[in-house]
Each structure stands twice: as C-alpha cells, then as structure tokens.
C-alpha cells in the first residue's frame, strides 16, 4: 500500500518540467522543503529540529543573503571585515594542514 501512496504522490506532487524544473537533486531538494515532524505534540522541539536542518542545509544563509532591506554602508563594511576575516582564517588553516600533510608523506 506505501508503495502504491509514493508512487500517487511522486505523480501528483512531482516538479513540471515545463516550469524549467529539471531533475537536478539540488532544484528537487529545493522544491521539497524541509519536512519535520511533530512528536508527541512538541512543537519547540519541532522548532529546534527545523532551524538545524535549516542551518545545516544552508537555507538560512540563503534566506540572510537575499534580505531586501537596505543595508547601510557602515554594515556593508563590517560584514566585509568579517568575510575577509573568515577566508584568510580558512586560507591560513588549509596552509597548516597542507604542511602537515606534505612532512607525514616524506
């Protein structure tokens, strides 16, 4: 019967493909949406699950950057600043690590 309900609802529910929908996994996972479910009427811990898989899919960062307000320049600097700041710190530990790894193979 499960099988027979996925295969109804792929069909109904499925991505047109003439809305420029292809079958790249990304646009699908994109179409999906994030699904929690609800146990035993906890809603806060619902919540909690929901803004990790937000989080750790990327959707918030996503949602962060297409923000239509206006950003004033004194932000538009600090977040620069930050940005920066974050790449030289991976840039500085990919260099470690690449170190590390070229004295462990001599």
Do not use: C, Y
């Given at each position: 019967?499960?099988?027979?309900?996925?295969?109804?609802?792929?069909?109904?529910?499925?991505?047109?493909?003439?809305?420029?929908?292809?079958?790249?996994?990304?646009?699908?996972?994109?179409?999906?949406?994030?699904?929690?479910?609800?146990?035993?009427?906890?809603?806060?811990?619902?919540?909690?699950?929901?803004?990790?898989?937000?989080?750790?899919?990327?959707?918030?960062?996503?949602?962060?950057?297409?923000?239509?307000?206006?950003?004033?320049?004194s932000e538009k600097r600090v977040l620069a600043r930050?940005?920066?700041?974050?790449?030289?710190?991976?840039?500085?530990?990919?260099?470690?690590?690449?170190?590390?790894?070229?004295?462990?193979?001599?």
């Open positions: 019967m499960s099988a027979i309900a996925r295969r109804v609802s792929t069909t109904i529910f499925a991505p047109a493909t003439s809305q420029g929908l292809s079958r790249d996994p990304s646009q699908i996972q994109q179409w999906r949406g994030i699904r929690v479910k609800v146990w035993e009427g906890n809603l806060e811990r619902a919540l909690t699950m929901m803004q990790r898989k937000m989080q750790s899919s990327g959707m918030e960062r996503l949602i962060k950057v297409e923000q239509t307000h206006h950003i004033k320049n930050k940005n920066l700041e974050r790449r030289l710190r991976s840039e500085d530990l990919a260099r470690k690590l690449q170190a590390i790894l070229i004295r462990k193979v001599r």
